[in-house]
């Protein structure tokens, strides 16, 4: 910062009928920081992405290494509690399967078959949610009528699903993708409902008073205003829906990550299980940062938004 | 001839009652200016005169016929701008062209040329996050003069604005009125901004807000507010609004019985 070469004061006294009323121009108050335009960083962008990633891996080495001592020294049962210097090798030598002939699960099926399954389960369900959640807000008697039938399916814990789904779709991928559906499409709704409840009254009058109505007041107004509060409910269902499919294939459908994982249990197959386990977070992390990217790009005028905030 | 007129109007909200017998006429090409204590019920009465709410009692009429809905022929300026943010400037403008039906294209044209009027056609492509306060104002206006609106109703709209932005707006707003002859009724608490606009001035008492007074200006712009007749009415204003802020202490009977004793 640059100190000006000459300050000017002034003092311009007035007379009123109060009393005497002083107004002095003063220099500024210039005291050298030394701070530069150097120092001033961009607010937090692709840094933060990278920052999420290599904290994830460090959590993990750090845990990882923390697991292998507790093995060698014997605190921990190294035959139940696998270390990763057990079970990673056998994940990546590709050997995990499960059962013979017929009930065989190999890994890559089972990632295969537990992925279609949730993404199915989990994209019907929002899709079904959105279109619920739109009825409900736009026309009253479908909020008299399907917001209770939300609310009474939102608490039934996926699990409970599984009996019925088996009976009346069979074992298989048809079960996996009927529990993943009734066990988010309640709670869904009911955050759905929630964020396009909460749109500011102002852009609805201002929609209004624009001319739209119908569709494009929904899709063109309504819709994007509440679409931040829609991508946390995405991000949080496909966590629902991720649980639901595991316990669903863990509880009787006999395919997936979940049931190798039982399988591995059933056959004391320690090194598989916690090879499912792995493979069930990374997963789910994965496609977890997926979703954020892809929220990211749905509500793309937050981020240059974010340019002139504070960084948290 | 898009003439404003409220004739007895009450507005209650559930049991509240935020605006009593109101009564005014704003002329065809006009500038009204609302000004009263805050909880007088202004943006009430801006919200029956653009069709977005009912009145309880009364008539609102605008170019003779009763204001029974929304209507193409009104445009809402609100304080916080409301310009959809996923949205850039030339979308936002364009969007109530599209929604009367103009072809995407032709509508994304029109929407420039009103930008470039308000001087922000090189801002088209931002997003209202990238634009200051006084530039998002000046898209809300270009947003609302796009629809050729025969009433501009403005609910402080330069309230968030700094001095110099507020006072350009100003200008803007006036000169904008005289092209387009469009009828403006503006709410405000900003005395000089007030008598700096208005044709018309509507004094409002506190709540339920009822119509105090109404006084015509009729000075050339740019206006002088220290000319003693302005300064005068300033005065006269402000003593007002001060009353005003100390009745508000008191409960409606007590604020009847001390008018009632003068």
């Given at each position: 910062m640059s100190t000006p070469k000459r300050l000017i004061a002034a003092d311009i006294p007035f007379e009123l009928s109060g009393g005497e009323v002083r107004i002095t121009v003063v220099p500024p108050d210039v005291t050298?920081?030394?701070?530069?335009?150097?120092?001033?960083k961009p607010a937090a962008g692709h840094g933060s992405r990278a920052l999420t990633i290599g904290s994830f891996v460090m959590v993990w080495l750090v845990v990882g290494l923390l697991w292998e001592l507790l093995a060698a020294k014997g605190i921990l049962n190294g035959r139940v509690l696998v270390p990763p210097s057990g079970f990673l090798p056998y994940l990546f030598q590709g050997q995990g399967s499960a059962g013979i002939g017929y009930n065989k699960v190999t890994f890559d099926s089972a990632i295969v078959a537990t992925l279609l399954r949730v993404l199915a389960g989990f994209f019907l369900a929002l899709a079904a949610s959105l279109l619920g959640a739109i009825l409900i807000c736009a026309v009253r008697p479908f909020r008299l009528a399907l917001l209770p039938l939300a609310r009474t399916i939102a608490?039934?814990?996926?699990?409970?699903w599984i009996p019925l789904a088996i009976t009346v779709v069979g074992l298989g991928s048809g079960a996996a993708i009927f529990v993943v559906f009734m066990g988010i499409v309640g709670s869904a709704t009911i955050a759905a409902v929630a964020a396009l409840d909460d749109v500011p009254d102002e852009y609805r009058k201002v929609a209004r008073l624009l001319g739209a109505n119908g569709a494009n007041y929904w899709l063109r107004v309504i819709v994007p205003a509440a679409a931040p509060g829609l991508v946390t409910t995405m991000r949080m269902s496909f966590f629902g829906a991720w649980m639901a499919v595991l316990a669903g294939e863990m509880a009787?459908?006999?395919?997936g990550l979940g049931a190798l994982i039982i399988l591995g249990q059933q056959q004391f197959n320690m090194k598989l299980v916690m090879s499912g386990i792995v493979v069930i977070g990374l997963l789910g992390f994965v496609i977890d940062q997926l979703l954020a990217w892809a929220g990211r790009r749905m509500v793309w005028w937050e981020g240059r938004q974010q340019r002139w905030s504070i960084p948290r | 001839m898009t003439e404003l007129q409220f004739q007895h109007v009450d507005k209650a909200y559930g049991t509240t009652l935020?605006?009593?017998d109101v009564c005014f006429r704003i002329p065809s090409g006009s500038f009204g200016v609302v000004v009263g204590?805050?909880?007088?019920g202004k943006s009430s009465l801006l919200s029956l005169a653009a069709g977005l709410d009912a009145p309880s009692n009364g008539y609102v009429f605008l170019g003779g016929r009763e204001v029974r809905g929304i209507r193409d022929d009104v445009a809402l300026l609100f304080q916080n701008y409301?310009?959809?943010?996923?949205?850039t400037a030339q979308a936002n403008v364009a969007f109530g062209l599209r929604m009367r039906g103009m072809a995407q294209r032709r509508a994304s044209a029109k929407a420039l040329e009103y930008l470039d009027d308000v001087g922000l056609g090189a801002c088209?492509?931002?997003?209202?996050?990238?634009?200051?306060g006084g530039m998002k104002q000046r898209v809300a206006l270009a947003r609302a003069l796009a629809l050729k609106p025969g009433l501009l109703l403005m609910d402080?709209?330069?309230?968030?604005?700094d001095y110099q932005t507020r006072k350009i707006m100003q200008r803007y707003v006036l000169s904008t009125r005289e092209r387009t002859g469009a009828t403006v009724l503006l709410v405000t608490h900003d005395l000089a901004e007030a008598l700096t606009l208005a044709d018309r001035l509507i004094l409002m008492s506190g709540a339920?807000?009822?119509?105090?007074e109404v006084i015509d200006i009729a000075a050339p712009h740019?206006?002088?507010?220290?000319h003693p007749a302005l300064a005068g009415l300033m005065r006269k204003l402000e003593g007002h609004l001060e009353a005003e802020a100390v009745l508000s202490e008191f409960t409606a009977d007590e604020r009847g019985r001390m008018l009632a004793n003068g």
């Open positions: 050298p920081t030394g701070a530069s335009k150097a120092e001033l608490p039934i814990a996926p699990v409970a009787g459908i006999s395919s | 935020a605006a009593r204590p805050s909880g007088c409301n310009l959809f943010p996923w949205m088209a492509s931002k997003i209202p996050a990238e634009l200051s402080e709209p330069f309230a968030a604005l339920p807000g009822s119509v105090q740019p206006r002088d507010l220290s």
